[in-house]
């Protein structure tokens, strides 16, 4: 599984409220990413970083920041979340380093905007 | 702009069976593809990575053909397990400094 683990796992919160999803490898991987997953519309990049405070959009960004201030960590904040944030959110790194290898995910976290 | 699909969207079969999932990509010149496994409620675990170079990649009853110039890959899976049953998905890369785009994925449901 690569050491990657995500928190939370699950949750539920209101319209309008700040939400930050944690993101956490063990094994200081260059390359991280952010994805929401839903149906109909398969995997989709959020935004993705490739090293401290080096970060960029990938195609769904509108209503999310990130932050990478360790190697570790790669955090993911709705600022004010909406019903359309609803979604399955996984992180993902890649193993050797570039966007041209293996991509291995975390275990995703169910947000649910009421 | 790169667009990745997968038919069929859902796919039942008899325990023992030989089975092929597609993959189709509008733009042939890519990086690499790579197929991915998703059980429910999970993450997505790698199966394998063809590199554009290659025509094809093995990992036990799995084996992954590419081929560019039609735009397509196949997911063979030899003797097929009630354990196999999830949703395969399969991915593209433009360049190797490009972002992974992916299909929307084939669930597989495999019967005792």
């Known amino acids: 599984d690569a050491g990657i683990t995500q928190s939370p796992r699950h949750k539920v919160t209101e319209t309008g409220t700040p939400v930050t999803l944690r993101c956490h490898q063990t094994?200081?991987?260059?390359?991280m990413y952010w994805y929401r997953q839903d149906p109909g519309h398969g995997l989709r990049l959020i935004h993705y970083?490739?090293?401290?405070?080096?970060?960029d959009k990938g195609e769904v960004s509108d209503g999310y920041s990130v932050s990478r201030s360790k190697t570790e960590d790669f955090l993911l904040t709705l600022e004010s979340a909406t019903s359309s944030q609803t979604s399955v959110y996984f992180c993902?790194?890649?193993?050797?380093?570039?966007?041209?290898?293996?991509?291995?995910f975390g275990p995703g976290t169910r947000l649910t905007v009421l | 702009k790169q667009e990745v699909t997968q038919i069929p969207a859902a796919l039942s079969v008899p325990e023992g069976e030989n089975l092929v999932l597609n993959c189709s990509f509008t733009?042939?010149?890519?990086?690499?593809l790579q197929w991915f496994r998703q059980d429910p409620g999970k993450g997505l675990t790698s199966l394998l990575l063809?590199?554009?170079?290659?025509r094809e990649q093995t990992s036990g009853r799995l084996n992954a053909s590419l081929d560019k110039s039609s735009g397509r890959s196949t997911l063979y899976i030899a003797a097929s397990q009630p354990g196999d049953s999830a949703t395969y998905l399969c991915?593209?890369?433009?360049?190797?400094?490009?972002?992974?785009?992916f299909g929307p994925g084939t669930s597989l449901s495999v019967i005792p």
């Open positions: 970083s490739y090293g401290v405070k080096d970060t």
């Open positions: 991915a593209v890369r433009k360049t190797s400094y490009d972002k992974v785009i």
């Open positions: 993902a790194i890649s193993l050797a380093g570039g966007h041209g290898d293996t991509q291995y």
């Open positions: 733009d042939s010149a890519i990086y690499n």
């Open positions: 094994e200081n991987h260059r390359y």
């Open positions: 063809i590199q554009s170079s290659q």
